[in-house]
């Protein structure tokens, strides 16, 4: 458990994870009032590390549930393991009929079966999926509900009475009550808009694009291998290219990836024809590459009026 907003900083920090004051503070507010978080912004800003780096930071088992159109409960909560049933049922058919031995009638039978019920109705035939598996846990975890908004209505509606009541209603067996409240990370890229009956039992934490010395600062942490020349002009180019008509704007990670990439090939400025070539890690459609190359040369040009010494065409840049 957090002590302190600060403390989830501190935390965050071990984890290399830069947390701003707003993150921290619903973060420690999440864990103090049990509370799910329902994480909203565009895709690659970081949303699903959030999820892990709290894991970590607190040393519970992340248990992910990944969403998808027509996701129901059966794939998310547990799966009814009837072959197992069946198998057990052959295997004391024997003892089966020693407990119907001397039965006065169908009645008397059927009550002497009913009575043995849970050997044959328990939780040794249930196959847990991700929820189950976080309500049963006999420790703490992070429950991380991955990309809710691609799961249809029916499933976030069926969510409603674990986030409510941090239960569950198996038909076989009854009602299952979380044996440690699990912390529940809820994702979403804004697909389609939440209910309001899930965005009241949630707290709202929206993360955007970070500004320039955020994202430099991410750099450093996750790139320290970089040059401090080349993660400035990374940064500058990525915050520029999330400025065009993209059909994905590149993330966080694409520009980890890139100054990676670059480093990893000996580059320590854009101004070098190898730039170009490593675009694809940044953008991942043909159209956006050709954008980002349009962007880079004017970026080079731009970058050269500043340096009037530097006689090098921009054509050497595409070569």
Same mark, same amino acid.
């Given at each position: 458990m957090f002590s302190s907003i600060e403390d989830v900083i501190e935390r965050f920090a071990t984890q290399k994870y830069i947390a701003g004051r707003r993150i921290a503070t619903v973060v420690f507010l999440a864990s103090r009032l049990q509370k799910p978080i329902l994480v909203e912004g565009p895709a690659g800003v970081g949303k699903t590390d959030l999820a892990k780096v709290l894991a970590a930071a607190l040393g519970h088992e992340l248990i992910r549930l990944q969403c998808y159109e027509g996701l129901d409960e059966a794939k998310a909560l547990y799966e009814w393991e009837y072959a197992k049933q069946l198998l057990y049922t052959q295997i004391l058919k024997d003892k089966i009929s020693e407990v119907l031995s001397n039965s006065r009638g169908l009645s008397e039978a059927v009550d002497r079966i009913a009575r043995e019920d849970e050997v044959f109705f328990s939780e040794r035939f249930i196959l847990p999926r991700p929820l189950l598996r =976080? %309500?049963?846990?006999?420790?703490? *975890? &992070?429950?991380?509900?991955? #990309? /809710?908004?691609?799961?249809?209505?029916?499933?976030?509606?069926?969510?409603? #009475?674990?986030?409510?009541?941090?239960?569950?209603?198996?038909?076989? /067996?009854?009602?299952? @009550?979380?044996?440690? &409240?699990?912390?529940? &990370?809820?994702?979403?890229?804004?697909?389609?808009?939440?209910?309001?009956?899930? @965005?009241?039992?949630?707290?709202? +934490?929206? /993360?955007?694009?970070?500004?320039?010395?955020? #994202?430099? =600062? %991410?750099?450093? +942490?996750?790139?320290?291998?970089?040059?401090?020349?080349? =993660?400035?002009?990374? &940064?500058?180019?990525?915050?520029?290219l999330r400025k065009l008509d993209l059909k994905k704007t590149p993330g966080i990670?694409?520009? /980890?990836?890139? *100054?990676?990439?670059?480093t990893l090939l000996n580059v320590d400025t854009l101004d070098n024809a190898l730039v170009t070539e490593t675009l694809d890690t940044i953008v991942k459609y043909e159209g956006d590459v050709r954008k980002a190359q349009e962007e880079l040369k004017n970026y080079v040009r731009r970058a050269r009026a500043r340096r009037p010494s530097d006689t090098a065409s921009d054509k050497d840049l595409l070569n």
């Open positions: =976080a %309500i049963t846990s006999d420790r703490p *975890v &992070v429950l991380l509900v991955d #990309e /809710i908004d691609k799961a249809d209505a029916e499933f976030e509606a069926f969510l409603l #009475e674990l986030l409510s009541d941090f239960q569950v209603t198996v038909p076989e /067996i009854g009602t299952l @009550k979380a044996r440690n &409240v699990p912390l529940v &990370v809820l994702t979403s890229n804004n697909a389609r808009e939440m209910s309001d009956a899930l @965005k009241r039992r949630c707290l709202h +934490l929206y /993360i955007d694009f970070p500004d320039r010395a955020q #994202e430099l =600062a %991410i750099l450093k +942490l996750k790139a320290p291998e970089a040059g401090e020349k080349l =993660a400035e002009e990374v &940064v500058t180019m990525a915050q520029s990670s694409e520009t /980890i990836d890139w *100054v990676k990439a670059l």
